[in-house]
């Protein structure tokens, strides 16, 4: 038997897996249970130099050559490698809608800019939801979900497919203002048995998962197109999370490349009991008010003076400031590129973070926007002053290749925000901007 490590349980180069007489083998010890759960070794492969059986046994040898040898040592090996596994899984494909029609229109550079900006908010919310992100391929992401066999992962999957798309909607006015696109994406979703495997080449192997079930969600995402949907998920998956979603159409087509009709689903959202459960979404106390609805917030005193709390609602994040008694309310959104003024983590506006980490707010309820310093006014959402660290020319100092990005010019979106009964109430109906 090969075994880089000596026999001494520390690779698993001596690996075989067991035909027939399991029954035969003892328990792991603990030298190979550490190993084997690293690696994820289902319980018919068994390290050699551990396995001392009480019975007869046929067996299989899992390194044969030089090859199989350099590609089995987990010795030095940065990577974390893992053997051929059966399990169920959901498999999360998406791609970006016209993205040749996109990559056209735009320079490389820019194209790789809108990308990571997208995977960086795609990528967070996959693993935020106990995915794992298998890979990104031009335009395209797959992720898998149930790796570690988890219970809930078919409906961890549909929450990261909605809340990326919630993040979209919220990127497509940046991306607008930015470079004059219409951004979008669609995902498709499928569950089904798969193997579960390390792939690549030596130094360079990546967990994947091969089987029927990655084709066919491939082409569950791609249905969109002709559906004209963003979002649908295949029966199988359907059968498992259909009392925990919301349905707002089915379609029945023929999936390229199959000669069956199949049925998928477009969902909408959770039913509001899972969302809370699984976001941990706390539901706002509301009231009617002057032909207003209001949301209740905070309580009165939870904010100090100068100090802000960004809360996210289902169209907008929004931040609310407090100066003195006084408490505003606006969209955190600069009205010239759509970027946030606050970071949605930071709850307060003190500490030691640097100027540039923030919008920073005037003596007379002004606030400077950090990005290219457009001041406006928080009471009214007037413009007081335009994009004043822009070149003449409307160009950003050093990145003139963007060209003019100084239109847009547009008053900061303020809502009504009152104090009623020991806390503050914010309007979202109609900003008092109109």
């Keep these: 038997m090969a075994h880089a490590c000596g026999g001494r349980g520390k690779c698993s180069t001596c690996r075989v897996w067991v035909l027939d007489g399991l029954e035969a083998c003892p328990a792991r010890t603990e030298t190979e249970a550490v190993l084997a759960d690293k690696l994820r070794l289902t319980e018919e492969v068994r390290l050699a130099c551990q396995l001392k059986p009480v019975g ?94 988890q219970p809930d992962a078919a409906i961890r999957a549909v929450n990261a497919a909605l809340q990326t798309l919630d993040a979209v909607d919220r990127m497509k006015p940046f991306f607008s203002s930015m470079y004059d696109v219409d951004f979008d994406i669609r995902i498709g979703l499928h569950r089904g048995e798969a193997v579960i495997c390390s792939l690549g080449s030596i130094g360079h192997e990546r967990l994947t998962a091969i ?43 023929r999936l390229r490349g199959t000669s069956e009709r199949m049925t998928l689903y477009e969902i909408s959202r959770l039913t509001p009991e899972v969302d809370a459960a699984l976001n941990d979404v706390e539901p706002r106390e509301s009231m009617r008010f002057a032909g207003k609805d209001w949301v209740r917030v905070f ?6 003076d100068g100090e802000r709390r960004v809360l996210e609602f289902e169209n907008c994040y929004v931040v609310v400031l407090r100066r003195a008694d006084t408490y505003v309310a606006f969209n955190n959104a600069c009205p010239h590129l759509h970027l946030p003024l606050f970071e949605q983590r930071e ?47 409307g160009t950003v100092p050093g990145m003139e290749q963007l060209g003019d990005i100084s239109k847009n010019r547009a008053r900061l979106q303020i809502f009504p925000c009152r104090v009623q009964d020991g ?3 914010v309007s979202l109906d109609k900003p008092a901007t109109s």
């Design 211 to 253: 089987g029927d079930v990655v084709n066919v969600a491939s082409r569950v995402e791609a249905a969109n197109k002709e559906a004209g949907t963003r979002f649908l998920i295949s029966e199988a998956l359907h059968a498992e999370v259909e009392a925990s979603v919301e349905v707002s159409d089915y379609v029945r087509v």
């Design 56 to 149: 007869d046994i046929r067996l299989r040898r899992l390194v044969l050559d030089d090859t199989d040898l350099a590609m089995s040592n987990q010795l030095d090996r940065s990577v974390v490698t893992q053997s051929g596994q059966a399990r169920d899984i959901v498999v999360f494909f998406s791609d970006v809608a016209g993205f040749t029609s996109i990559s056209e229109a735009l320079s490389p550079y820019d194209v790789m800019y809108l990308l990571n900006r997208y995977f960086a908010h795609a990528g967070q919310i996959v693993e935020a939801n106990g995915g794992y992100i298998d890979k990104f391929v031009g335009d395209g992401l797959m992720a898998i979900f149930g790796l570690d066999d």
């Design 423 to 425: 806390y503050v109430w």
């Design 347 to 393: 709850t307060s506006g003190g500490g030691d973070a640097p100027a540039a980490a923030a919008s920073s707010l005037t003596d007379d309820l002004g606030i400077i926007c950090r990005w290219h310093q457009s001041c406006f006014d928080l009471q009214t959402g007037e413009i007081r002053s335009w994009c004043e660290n822009l070149n003449q020319d």
């Design 299 to 304: 309580g009165d005193g939870e904010l100090g």
